[in-house]
């Protein structure tokens, strides 16, 4: 079956520093990703939406800035948190969108800490 | 914009008996697609059932079913012989129009406890 990479799956930074989280799948091309991010208890909230080779859109109130995606191929993307601060602390998980449009293949998340 | 609603936060279900779990949503499309997913204490999501909103039939995955209602938009889902193993977080979530990106938007979740 279908799956996706995401690495690494915790990460601790310190604040004002920036980390790179990886999704990858593995066995089929994704030409669409998502980035989602999940609070404990809470329902996942999409960030932003990963074409290959085009711009990320972005969902209103995420700052472009701060969360910059590239998905320079058809198997990954990355999502780096920029000058990363204690709000930033989150689970953050990545989905793959397969080629019939209909299925999803999700990450098995990161979990980051900024300290 | 569509909205997903889950009335539900907590669930609770003795192991062999049923338990349905309400979703309702908001939309103007006429097409489109619905799914379950669950999300266990490991946080890796799951893809519990899919509902092609132009099917009438319910889907049906073994222990899983769902009640389609497409005029009321409503989409419970329905875990039936309840196994320790469904005590996870359920996720009802809408898949927008190919052309608005074909994401997928989430309900709040409901937390469903298995007692034995």
């Known amino acids: 079956g279908a799956v996706v990479s995401q690495h690494p799956s915790r990460v601790i930074c310190k604040s004002g520093t920036s980390v790179k989280i990886e999704c990858r799948s593995l066995?089929?091309?994704?030409?669409?990703m998502f980035w989602y991010r999940q609070f404990p208890k809470q329902s996942l909230m999409l960030m932003a939406t990963s074409n290959e080779g085009s711009k990320a859109t972005y969902e209103q109130g995420v700052e472009k800035d701060k969360f910059l995606i590239n998905h320079a191929s058809l198997t990954l993307s990355t999502l780096t948190v920029t000058s990363a601060h204690p709000e930033d602390s989150s689970f953050y998980i990545c989905s793959a969108r397969h080629t019939d449009l209909y299925g999803y293949t999700f990450g098995s998340g990161t979990r980051l800490t900024v300290v | 914009a569509q909205t997903v609603t889950q009335s539900q936060p907590e669930m609770s279900v003795q192991e062999a008996e049923t338990v349905t779990l309400s979703c309702t949503y908001d939309t103007s499309e006429s097409d489109y697609y619905l799914f379950w997913y669950k999300q266990p204490p490991s946080r890796q999501m799951i893809l519990v059932i899919r509902?092609?909103?132009?099917?009438?039939q319910n889907a049906t995955e073994n222990r899983f079913s769902v009640n389609f209602q497409k005029a009321a938009k409503s989409f419970s889902l329905k875990i039936s012989d309840s196994q320790l193993g469904d005590a996870a977080m359920y996720f009802c979530a809408y898949r927008t129009d190919y052309n608005q990106g074909g994401k997928l938007i989430f309900g709040q979740g409901t937390e469903l406890s298995v007692k034995p």
């Open positions: 509902q092609e909103a132009y099917k009438q």
């Open positions: 066995d089929f091309q994704a030409t669409t």
